[in-house]
């Protein structure tokens, strides 16, 4: 009974005999069925991205939106249910404001994302209360420390600080993707630029898209870099553009060459 959560995840306050939270699990499970959000942290800067499903062909490219500004050096990116992750970034400003009001400076991130973690998890405490389907990638700049970073927040409540990471649909297949940058080196030279880091997450994320099977989306991208002079900013378009261009025209040329491959493997075995 307890591996089928049967009787056990009515409630986000009853745990399983075995010590889990099926409330929480499902909430996880809402945020691996949407649309992929990445984050990468840079040289000189952060790289938010998110693939927006475009539900109805009458929507207008800029609506519900999915990244958002907290503070003047911070941003937000959330995947799974968008009204919940709306509540999430509200309280997001709401604690950069009241904090910047009290103590008469700029939110760090670490404090920021403790306390939207601890929202998070607030309400998977109480019966009365259900966890957010939404995964908060949160990246800013600090003031004080001169130090950029990228922090997670689960539907749990956890938050992590990460080199890059990865929410939604094809978060296991993009982490793959994103270690093979080799973001966790000590050497700042070797490192990617915010340009780079750009195009590479437009990469992922249309090589794991599948026409035929997938929806159509929107590729959403900001930044928190020395270009936008430390401000969390949306990425141009023609920067975008190109990216997407580019991330085209490589797994195209990937394709070909694992055609010509195969027929080279037909004819040796012919």
């Known amino acids: ?22 409330q ?70 709401e604690e950069a404001s009241n904090y910047e009001e009290t ?3 700029k939110i760090p991130a670490c404090v920021l994302a403790e306390r939207i973690g601890a929202y998070v998890h607030y309400f998977t405490l109480h019966g009365a209360l ?10 800013s700049y600090d003031v004080e420390t001169k130090e950029h970073s ?13 080199f890059g990471c990865a929410a939604g649909k094809g978060r296991q297949a993009a982490k793959t993707e994103m270690e093979k940058l ?23 994320i249309f090589s794991l898209h599948e ?4 929806k159509p989306f929107e590729l959403e991208m900001s930044w928190v870099c020395e270009e936008s002079g430390w401000q969390h900013k949306a990425v141009p378009k023609d920067v975008i553009k190109e990216a997407i261009v580019q991330a ?7 394709e070909e060459d694992d055609e010509s491959d195969d027929d080279d493997e037909k004819d040796m075995e012919e």
Not at 184 to 201: A, R, T
């Open 211 to 214: 026409e035929g099977k997938d």
């Open 24 to 93: 929480v699990e499902y909430a996880g499970k809402a945020v691996e069925s949407a649309g992929t959000a990445l984050g990468v942290k840079c040289a000189n800067g952060v790289v938010l991205c998110v693939e927006k499903p475009i539900l109805n062909k009458m929507l207008l490219p800029n609506s519900s939106r999915r990244i958002h500004s907290v503070d003047s050096q911070s941003g937000v990116a959330i995947t799974g249910f968008v009204s919940d992750g709306r509540q999430v970034v509200n309280r997001a400003r």
């Open 182 to 204: 080799s973001l966790n080196k000590d050497d700042p030279e070797s490192l990617l630029d915010v340009k780079d880091g750009v195009k590479k997450l437009a990469h992922i």
């Open 1 to 22: 009974m307890a591996s089928s959560g049967s009787g056990y995840d009515i409630s986000s306050a009853t745990f399983s005999p075995d010590g889990r939270i099926f």
């Open 150 to 162: 990228l922090h997670m927040i689960e539907p749990s409540g956890v938050s992590y600080q990460y």
């Open 130 to 139: 259900r966890p957010f389907g939404v995964a908060a990638l949160l990246a």
């Open 103 to 105: 103590y008469g400076s």
């Open 248 to 254: 085209k025209k490589e797994i195209e040329e990937a």
